[in-house]
C-alpha cells in the first residue's frame, strides 16, 4: 500500500519500494520482534537445553544410571509407602459422612483390656440413654459369625456377621438388589440375609433373581433378602453374609457376657470428646446400678471408625513413610554430590560458554534443565518401581492380617496407584529436581570467571561448591545413622521374636476348622460323639501320629477369657476378679502340638460328661492365682464366690503356650474337656505327622466327611505357617528398615568416596610438595582418611536428633529392646566408620603413592 501511494506521487515502481522498505524499517528485526512477542524464542531456548541435557546426560552413562537409579528407587519406595498410606489412613471412608462414624467399647482396667467388647445389656442401656448418637447398632463377627453355607453346592465356611435391623441404616449403605433388614428382624428373630457382592457371584453366578432364594446357614434355612454393593466391606474385609442378630434371648439380657461390637453414628453438632463425656457418664451409672456385673466397668472410649479400622498399621505406616521419606532426602543430597561434583568438572566448559557471551542466565538454565530432565526420568522409574513393589506388598501381607494386640478385627492391605499417588510422585520428582539441582546451579554462579580459566591444574584451594560438598557428605551419614540405627532396632527385635518359644512344636502339624452345624448339633451330648468319631477316623489315616481340637487356635484368635474364682481364696474386690483364658480340647490336643506337662496329668478319655468335672491350667494361671504355685488336687468355678456355677478340680498343670502373640507373655489358660466344657465349641483341629502335614490334608477331608459329609473344612494350613504368620509385619519392617539402611550406606559411601577422591585429585600439586619436602606416605594417607572420619563424625553428631526422632516412632513396635540400646547405637556408628575407611581408602592410598616430581611436573 505505501509502495502505491509513493507511484501516485510520481515516483518510479523500483524507487517506491525501496523507499517503502527504508521507512519500514528492518525487516529481519521486525520478525524476529514479533516471535519473541509469541514465546517461540524462549520455547525454542527450552526444547535446545533439553537437547543439550539429553546429549550430555548421554555422555557420562554411568553418572546418569547411577542418579536416575538413585531417584528412582527414593520414589519408589515413597510412591509405594504413599499408596498404602493414603488407603489406611488418609482416604474418606466409603461411607457418607464418614467421619461421624464411631466404634464403642468398655473400657475394664483391671483386664487390662482397654477396647473390650461390650456386654449386651450394656448396649441396650447406651441405646437408650445417649443423646450423642444420631444411631447406634451392634453385631458380632470374627468367629461368632462364621457360618457353614450350604444348599447351595458344596458346603463352604463363609465368614458373617450377626448384626441389629439398623446396622446398615447406621452405616447409610443399601443393598443393590433386594432390601434392607426391617425394624423388627433382630426382635422376632427372622431368618433372612444379606449377602455381599463377591458371594452372590462365586457362589450364585451373578443370578439376578436371587432375592427371595432359600439357603442354609449353620443347617437353618434363610431367605435371601438382598445383595450388597461390590465395594462394601464391613466388619471385616472378608465378610459375606449378614443375618439379624436376635435380641429377645436370655443371652442378650446378660451383663456378664462380653462379645458385642458397636458402631455408632455422631449427631452432627457432636464431638469425639462430648460423646466420650455421656458414655463415661452412662457407664458410671451402670456401675452404681449392676454392682455385680459392672464394677470396674466405670468408662467407655469412643474411637473413630477410620482409627479402628487402622488398627495398629498406623504407627507402622508413620514409620515407614517418615523412613522413606528420610532416604529420598539423602537421595538428593547423594544426586546433588554428584551433580556438584560434574559441575566442578564442567567448570572450565561454563567458563568458556560465559567467555564466548553465553549468559550468566542462560548457564543457570541449562544446568537446572539437566537437573530437570534427571528428575523427570527418575520419576518415570520411581513410579515403575513404586508400582511394582505395591504389588509385592500387597501379596506378601496375609489378607485377614490380625495385626493388634488385643484387636482381633482382620486388617488388609490396601493401596492403588491412582491419580492422587501419581501426582504424588510427580510432586516429589520436582520437589527432589530442585532440590539436588539448585546448589551445582548456584554454585555456578559464583564461580570466578577470571579465576577458573587462569588456574589451570594448579588450582588447589577448597572453595565453596567443595565446602558444600563436604556439607552434604555429613548430612548424608547423619541420615544414613538414623537409618541404620531403625534398622539395626527393628532387626534385634524380629530377632528377639523368632528366638520365642511359643510353648509347643509346631513342626509336622496340620491345622484345619471344622465346622459341625449347630443346627444338627445343637448341644454338647449331640456334638460330643460325632467328634470323638471324627478324631478317630482322622488318627486311622496313614501318616498321622495323633489328632486332637480345640476351641480358639493358638496365635490365631485374641479372645475367649472369663472371671474365676480359686475355692478358699479371699474373694476379691469389686472389679478385680482374675481371668483366664477358656480352652475347650480333646485328650490328644496336648500329645499333638507336644505341650510339655509340669505336674499331675493331662486330660484323658475318662474325663466324660457325667464323671467329676476337671480342668488342666497353665503354669502362669498356677503360679498367680494358687497360693505357692500348688494348683493340683484344688478347685475353681467360672465366675465370683457367689455365682452358681460348677466345681472343677485341677488335675494338671502344663507349660504356658503364646496364645495371643509371640510378642505377648502367656495368659492364665485353663483347658476343659470338650465332653465336660460348655462353653464355645471346639473347631480347630491339630494333626501331628509322621511327614509333610500337607500330603494327609485330602486324606484327612475324606477321613472327616465318613463321619460328617456336610461339615465344611477350611483354613487348611500347617502350624508352622500359623506361627511364621504372626511375624509377617515384623519380618516386613525388618526386611524394609535394612534396606532402607543398607541404601543409605551405599549411598554415604558414594558420597565420601566422590568427595575424597576430587579432593586428592585438586590437591595433587600440594600433595607433591609435602612428598617433596619430607613427608613420608603413612602421614598423607592418615591426613586423607582423619578428613574422612571428620566428615563421618560431624555426621554422627548431627545424626543424633534424627535417631531420637525415628526411634521415637519405633519404641512401641519393638519386642525387648529399648530404643538407647548402645550394642545398636555402636554397631551403626561402628560400620559408618568402617565404610568411610574403606570408601576413602582407595584415593588415599592413590594420594600416598605419588611421585612428587611427577606431580609437580605435570602442574
Known sequence: MAVQERIGRGESAEEAERNARREFGNELLI?????????????????????LALRQLRRNPVFTAVAILSLGLGVGANTAIFSIVKAMLLAPLPYPEGDRLVMVWEDVPSWDIPHNTPAPANFLDWRSQNHVFESIAAFMGGVFGDVALTGAGDPDQIHGAQVTSNFFRVLRVRPTLGSDFQDDDDQTGARIAIISDSLWRRRFAASRDIIGRSIALNGNGYTIAGVMPPSFAYPTTVTEVWTPLEMNTPRMRSRGDHFLEVVARLKKDVTIERAAVEMNAIAKRLEIEHPETNTGIGATVVVPLREQLAGDLRPILLLLLTAVGLVLILVCANIANLLLARALAREKEMAMRTALGASRGAVLRQLLTESAVLAICGGAAGLVIGYSALGVLLKIVPADL????????????????????????VGISIVTGVLFGIAPALSSRRANLNEILKAGSRSISMGGPERLRSVLVVAETALAFALLVGAGLTLRSFAGLLNVKPGFDSSHVLTMSLNLVPSRYPTREKRAPAIREILRHVEEVPGVESAGIINLLPLTFRGGSSGFYVEGTPAPGRGQAPAANNRIVSPNYFKA?????????????????????????????????????????????????????????????VGDVHQYALDIEPNPEMYFHYEQGSFTPPRDLVIRTASDPLKVVKAVKLAIRAVDAEAPTYSVRTMDEVVSETVVMPR????MLGGF???????????????????????????????????????????????????????????IPMVLLTT???????????????????????????????????PALRASRLDPMSSLRND
Do not use: C
Open 741 to 799: 539402611g543398607w541404601l543409605a550406606v551405599i549411598l554415604a559411601s558414594i558420597g565420601i568416596y566422590g568427595v575424597i577422591s576430587y579432593a586428592v585429585s585438586r590437591r595433587s600439586t600440594e600433595i607433591g610438595i609435602r612428598m617433596a619436602l619430607g613427608a613420608r606416605p603413612a602421614e598423607i594417607l592418615w591426613k586423607i582418611l582423619r578428613g574422612a572420619l571428620g566428615l563421618v563424625g560431624a555426621g554422627l553428631l548431627i545424626g
Open 402 to 425: 490380625v495385626i493388634g494386640k488385643l484387636d482381633p478385627t482382620p486388617h488388609r492391605l490396601a493401596g492403588s496407584v491412582d491419580f492422587g499417588v501419581v501426582a504424588f510422585a
Open 808 to 842: 521415637g516412632l519405633l519404641s512401641p513396635l519393638l519386642y525387648k529392646v529399648k530404643t538407647n540400646d548402645m550394642t545398636t547405637l555402636l554397631s551403626a556408628a561402628g560400620l559408618l566408620i568402617a565404610v568411610a575407611i574403606l570408601a576413602a581408602a582407595l
Open 31 to 51: 520478525r524476529e520482534t514479533t516471535r519473541e512477542m509469541w514465546g517461540w524464542t524462549r520455547l525454542e531456548l527450552v526444547l535446545r537445553d533439553v537437547r
Open 732 to 735: 516386613l519392617e525388618a526386611l
Open 593 to 653: 502340638l507336644r505341650i510339655p506337662l509340669r505336674g499331675g496329668r493331662y486330660l484323658d478319655d475318662h474325663d466324660l460328661a457325667g464323671a467329676p468335672l476337671v480342668a488342666v491350667i497353665n503354669e502362669t494361671m498356677a503360679q498367680r492365682y494358687f497360693p505357692g504355685g500348688d494348683a493340683l488336687g484344688k478347685r475353681f468355678k467360672r465366675g465370683g464366690p457367689d455365682a452358681d456355677t460348677p466345681w472343677y478340680t485341677v488335675v494338671g498343670i
